[in-house]
């Protein structure tokens, strides 16, 4: 009995010792994460050479982080960013906007970088996105806008088009297909894409370690690999390690895959109540090529355009094709044509 006491003893300090390890390891790779504060509307303005104005705007029950360019009496555009990107993620198409007129409005979605982070999963649901875009609007005097999202934020312009089409001019979608294409071409059943951290991102706290972990390593990693070589690199990588460690925002961006994001009523044919295009890139890694084939049949082919060369980060690939596609879509309505 005595030497049984022992060995529990001894597993036990063993145990203490282990635990003592593990938390100190988790620790440090959480600090590798700290990321300095960066200013990049200073960064975006040097960049663009165009005045760009930041401020911050209640929507409702958060304030957003909003940045402004071109002129104010100019057709409003509202420009929706993914994950796991912030506003700047349109600092190359947002001049060609605003040197053609348009009013342009850049958010950091709820969550993310500068604006404000709810807590709880719930708080990161369609509507919950929606309500924010509205509420912009609503705080800046806007009846109608154009729209434009990219991945999650293209997740949110599709639920403004199906569910607040009043509010919208025309949308043009990139890197994110039509719900109904989503689902048939289930992009876990797709060999070719990579899908596997959706259902990671479902586990509660790991995520947030591991994307911290080395430095942000893995997230770091994961853009440069599936991106143009050299797109992620010096401010630009530096803008985005910046905005993950802000107030601990990969926490609250993480919580978009936590939380029942694509629900949302549709009509059976799918056809949109308003104008849609959709623009992909032909590299991307993330969305499987029958899911744009989808949407293609769900809208018309003409509707759809693919830039080739681009991956999933065509906003950061291809800024000029990208800004002239939205001239040229949003510009038929403005310049009276059908």
Do not use: C
Not at 120 to 149: K, M, Q
Request: proline share 8%; net charge neutral; glycine share 10%.
């Amino acid at each position: 009995m005595l030497a049984s006491g022992r060995a529990a003893v001894t597993a036990l300090r063993w145990l203490a010792a282990l635990s003592i390890l593990l938390a100190g390891l988790g620790w440090a790779a959480w600090r590798s994460g700290d990321r300095a504060p960066i200013d990049e509307v200073a960064i975006a303005e040097a960049q663009s050479g165009v005045a760009l104005e930041s401020r911050r705007v209640r929507t409702g029950d958060v304030s957003l982080h909003v940045v402004f360019a071109g002129p104010e009496a100019g057709p409003p555009v509202v420009l929706l960013h993914g994950f796991p990107e912030l506003w700047y993620s349109w600092h190359g198409v947002m001049p060609l906007l605003a040197r053609a007129g348009y009013r342009v409005i850049a958010p950091d979605l709820r969550g993310y970088n500068r604006s404000d982070k709810p807590p709880g999963r719930d708080a990161y649901s369609g509507d919950a996105f929606a309500r924010d875009v509205l509420g912009l609007l609503d705080a800046l005097g806007i009846e109608r806008a154009f729209v434009a999202g990219h991945d999650v934020g293209a997740g949110v312009a599709w639920t403004l088009v199906f569910q607040h089409p009043e509010r919208v001019r025309r949308a043009l979608i990139l890197s994110s297909p039509h719900p109904f294409a989503w689902e048939r071409a289930r992009p876990q059943d797709d060999p070719d894409s990579i899908s596997w951290f959706r259902s990671f991102f479902k586990l509660p706290f790991l995520p947030e370690l591991v994307a911290r972990a080395g430095g942000w390593w893995l997230p770091t990693r994961n853009l440069q690999r599936t991106s143009r070589p050299g797109t992620f690199e010096g401010e630009t990588l530096a803008v985005f390690q910046s905005a993950w460690a802000r107030d601990n925002a990969m926490s609250s961006m993480i919580d978009v895959y936590r939380s029942d994001f694509r629900r949302q009523p549709l009509p059976e044919d799918g056809k949109p109540p308003v104008p849609v295009r959709y623009v992909f890139g032909g590299r991307d890694a993330y969305m499987p090529r029958a899911a744009s084939e989808l949407t293609a049949e769900l809208l018309g082919k003409g509707a759809v355009t693919e830039l080739p060369e681009a991956s999933h980060w065509l906003l950061h690939e291809e800024p000029e094709q990208v800004g002239q596609l939205l001239i040229d879509f949003f510009g038929e309505l403005v310049q009276g044509r059908p």
